[in-house]
């Protein structure tokens, strides 16, 4: 687990890279943005570059050294996803969905990698993870909303600008449908379930209470969304440790008996 936490963080540190390479001259004309140290100068995009080359070195470094051969073939497959996000606020309305294709991408690794092979309970948590990453970075870009209909670049936010309460009630839905199915196909228990619906009502009160045309509310909710990750992590090792203990088999519960029997004869 710490290695796909590490993994994850090097990762998504070279996804922010490359973004930031490719957006520096639209931060620049953005109020939030226009700090970065791309698009302020501060950094030379010959420095990025170089600081990219040791993300993506160190994170294909820990793969060929950590994981199974199937699972960093599968890995190749992130690199035309993480490299197309930047350029998709450009030409379509939901780069969100890219986004959210690239930042789960690491969850079909890790299950690739402990089970060998990817099966229907893999693709619906990744799908869950997909649409929870569109519900979040639509409410992270409602702060820019306003710059971004300037300058024309292309978001969920600005798609879905005159129902965005409605949109985003219904992605938390999808989220919880599809965890709850997930976790029906892997076997789990009620703790699971209890666990994954209270990250849902949680989601519920945080879009209810987050004012859209309020960046620093559009802000809180985001980071907010932090806690619901948190969550739905400990929902699924929780689920999988229940259902390790509660499937024991029989066998494995009469040993000692078994072995005391074996001692008196």
Sequence with gaps: MALFYTGGIVT????????????????????????????????????????????VATGFGLLLTNVKWNAFLLSL????????????????????????????????IAYMNCTGFLDPSAFVVYGAGVVWTVLYDTIYAH???????????????????????RVMHTLNAIVWAALTCGGYLQGFDWPYYALVSAMHLKQINDIHNWND??????????????YFGFGITFALIVGRLWKNYHTKSPQSKEEPGKVLLDKNV
């Design 77 to 108: 497959g992130i690199l035309p996803l993480a490299f197309t996000y930047p350029l998709a606020k450009r030409v379509t309305n939901y780069p969100q969905a890219i986004l959210g294709l690239v930042f789960n991408y690491g969850c079909l």
């Design 143 to 165: 702060q820019d909303k306003k710059d971004d209909a300037l300058i024309g670049v292309k978001s969920t936010a600005l798609t879905w600008i005159d129902r965005p309460h």
């Design 213 to 226: 045309e309020d960046p620093g509310s559009s802000h809180r909710i985001f980071v907010n969304s932090r």
């Design 12 to 55: 998504r540190s070279a996804g922010c890279i490359v973004n930031d390479l490719v957006d520096r001259d639209i931060d620049s004309k953005v109020e939030r943005t226009r700090t970065r140290p791309l698009a302020s100068g501060e950094l030379k995009p010959n420095q990025a570059l170089w600081f990219l080359g040791a993300h």
